[in-house]
């Protein structure tokens, strides 16, 4: 009888430590899944839903983790604060019809009362005058064990391909192709280059090319503070040179009737 207690407390040991295992994988697949930000913002948001996650019940980790998951993400961005400043965001998504959803829901709420009951109603179940009762209580713990041991490989397969897709992401950030993209991605969202791209296609010239004299006198007319501070905020001082560094237009030269020529941007026909 002794020995058989001993045996039962043992596996309920176990299975408290396989339940807070896969609770502290849950918390770091909602950190480090799915994460948006402003680049100025970053670490502190992430810092932020750390401590918010790392308070959550397993019950409120489990629904975070199947709306992470199991569902497409949802993006609310500020569109003019974009056109300042750059957004990161970073998400792991297991495509699946509604059917798969729900059975995946309905496993996770199965584990979650799973564990409720071994935490909180498990000392009843506990009967040391009957060695039948704590042998068939062993007997479900193993059971119990082997589907979260399951449970444990397959969340530990999500976090080896979210760790491999954020470090795939981190090198190409960290590299000259990822920094050239990151600036492109910024300039193309930006007040400035929007601008040009909407006086280029609205200009009764947009077939032939825009005058860049004429562009530069309405955007000072439209969007004075933006051509004031171009160089401080773009890295140009010129027109011209931002206009190339977007990679988004054509420049060529026209020649005009006194003999002399006058540079012209056009969007390129990929884009317009």
């Known amino acids: 009888m002794a020995e058989s207690a001993h045996q039962l407390q043992s596996r309920i040991g176990r299975n408290v ?49 199947i709306e992470n998951t199991y569902k497409k993400p949802v993006s609310y961005l500020d569109e003019e604060r974009m ?23 309905q496993r996770m709420a199965e584990l979650v009362a799973e564990r409720n009951e071994l935490i909180h109603h498990s000392l009843p179940m506990c009967d040391y005058q009957s060695l039948e009762k704590l042998k068939a209580f062993c007997e479900k713990l193993d059971e ?6 399951k449970e444990v490989e397959y969340l530990n397969q999500i976090v080896e391909r979210i760790s491999a897709a954020r470090k795939e992401l981190g090198e190409f950030l960290l590299s000259e ?10 300039l193309h969202n930006s007040y400035l280059v929007q601008s040009l791209v909407q006086y280029s296609r609205e200009s009764d010239r947009a077939d032939r090319g825009v005058h860049i004299g004429h562009a530069g006198q309405w955007l000072r007319k439209h969007h004075p503070d933006e051509v004031e501070h ?12 931002l206009i190339k560094a977007t990679e988004l237009f054509d420049l060529y030269d026209e020649t005009i009737r006194t003999g002399g020529v006058r540079p012209l941007y056009k969007l390129k026909a990929s884009i317009a």
């Open 83 to 105: 056109a300042v400043e750059n957004h990161l965001s970073f998400s792991f998504n297991i495509e699946s019809d509604q059917a798969y959803y729900e059975r995946q829901k």
């Open 177 to 186: 192709e990822g920094e050239k993209a990151l600036t492109l991605l910024w």
């Open 144 to 149: 119990q064990a082997d589907k979260l041991k």
């Open 230 to 241: 171009m160089k401080a905020r773009y890295g140009h001082s010129k027109l011209e040179s």
């Open 17 to 65: 430590l396989l339940f807070q295992q896969i609770e502290h994988m849950l918390k770091g697949l909602i950190v480090y899944g799915n994460f948006s930000a402003y680049v100025s913002e970053f670490q502190e948001a992430q810092k932020k839903q750390y401590e918010k996650v790392s308070k959550h019940t397993m019950g409120q980790l489990v629904g975070q983790f």
